[in-house]
Nanobody, 117 residues
């Protein structure tokens, strides 16, 4: 069983930065796809960024140039560096892992990010 624990959320002023971490345990996830999702109040959950086992990345248009996703396979950990944060980035950020070749999905519990104007 895979467990994911996010950390690094908090309250920051607009223009500030935060770094989220998603630490995984339970199995080797070096061949997995890892991603960050977010859900703001009253809105659907949406993909923020994803990273493959080889390091290929994909970003939502609204975070390109501001957020950077990365991973450390040796530590089974994924990161999201968020710069130039905006009030509209306020949401619960959750990490997701998709394992291969036997496809399974795992979600973290989420961490709150609040950006004040």
């Amino acid at each position: 069983q895979v467990q994911l624990v996010e950390s690094g959320g908090g309250l920051v002023q607009a223009g500030g930065s935060l770094r989220l971490s998603c630490a995984a345990s339970g199995r080797d996830l070096s061949r997995s796809v890892m991603g960050w999702y977010r859900q703001a109040p009253g809105k659907q959950r949406e993909l923020v960024a994803a990273i493959s086992s080889g390091g290929s990345t994909n970003y939502a248009d609204y975070v390109k140039g501001r957020f950077t996703i990365s991973r450390d396979n040796a530590k089974n950990t994924m990161y999201l560096q968020m710069n130039n944060l905006k009030p509209e980035d306020t949401a619960v950020y959750t990490c997701k892992v998709t394992t291969f070749p036997a496809i399974s999905y795992y979600w973290g519990q989420g961490t709150q990010v609040t950006v004040s104007s």
